[in-house]
């Protein structure tokens, strides 16, 4: 069967500076092996497909998979989702809100002046990581422990490590090692600097260190983190993907009512069909 297709750039308004999503718009009838196994052959870090709704008040219903495995949630996959099902004709409901269903439960993304922007989701752990695991992730990461201003877990569906620098120049200079865990770097530029922060991600992939370009989650984690500590104030912009040749600009800002929405630009790069 021919399904609608799209691969969006998400964190960018320029394409292919971003971090891409493939986007299977008609994935009613697929079963759970169909999808990892077009998952695995995009190769992307992350392919969604839509689906109907099953939840009240939800607009669509999205399933996540990386080229292994399911996530409950994900940034990037979550803004490029809805990207693409807007441009296939889906309409914001009331307040321009469209509410996405997925693995971990309902997740609210609205338009803004700096793109779409999604509600971050609470933590599923956070608080200190015990000392032996800080000293582990500075060896991975090739650095002295002393380095590391601070470290939380950032767990909202991947479980980052959320590791905190003195700036931005010692995250752009690591070279990690081999990393068993999923850890995700923040440090400051100067103030008055376009960007407040510069954000890595790197997580295990066959046998190796991977760096994801842009990463929704992880900055959606950090800001609710940076915040409560705070270290940063809303709204601002983090840079990342620098080190890739990426562009990726992520747009945090608060609401009236306390939320953290973690937004940036989004872009269709890819328009067709995939028979599945």
């Not at 308004?13 to 971090?19: A, L, S």
């Not at 954000?199 to 950090?222: H, I, M, Q, W, Y």
Request: aromatic share 8%; hydrophobic share 45%; charged share 15%.
């Amino acid at each position: 069967m021919l399904r609608s297709f799209r691969q969006v750039d998400v964190f960018t308004t320029t394409p292919y500076r971003g971090n891409p999503v493939a986007v299977v718009l008609e994935g009613d009838g697929l079963t759970d092996a169909a999808m990892h196994r077009f998952a695995s052959w995009t190769n992307l870090s992350e392919t969604t497909f839509v689906l109907p709704p099953t939840a009240d008040g939800a607009d669509y219903q999205v399933r996540i998979f990386t080229p292994s495995v399911e996530l409950p949630f994900a940034g990037h996959p979550t803004l490029g989702t809805c990207h693409a099902w807007l441009g296939a004709g889906g309409t914001a409901g009331r307040g321009g809100v469209i509410v996405q269903q997925c693995g971990a439960g309902l997740v609210p993304v609205r338009q803004t002046a700096d793109g779409l922007a999604f509600a971050a989701p609470p933590l599923l752990r956070s608080g200190p990581v015990d000392e032996p695991v800080v000293e582990h992730v500075a060896a991975v990461l090739g650095i002295d422990r002393a380095a590391i201003a601070d470290a939380e877990w950032a767990d909202n569906g991947p479980g980052w490590v959320a590791v905190l620098l003195d700036s931005a120049e010692a995250v752009l200079a690591l070279r990690p090692d081999v990393t068993d865990l999923d850890v995700g770097v923040v440090g400051p530029y100067p103030p008055g600097s376009p960007q407040a922060f510069e954000v890595r991600a790197f997580f295990p992939k066959d046998d190796a260190t991977a760096e994801d370009p842009v990463t929704g989650s992880l900055n959606a984690a950090l800001a609710q983190w940076l915040l409560r500590t705070g270290r940063a104030s809303a709204p601002y912009v983090a840079s990342q993907g620098t080190v890739l040749g990426r562009q990726g600009r992520v747009h945090i800002s608060t609401d009236d009512a306390g939320a953290i929405w973690v937004g940036g630009g989004t872009i269709t790069c890819v328009t067709g069909q995939v028979e599945l």
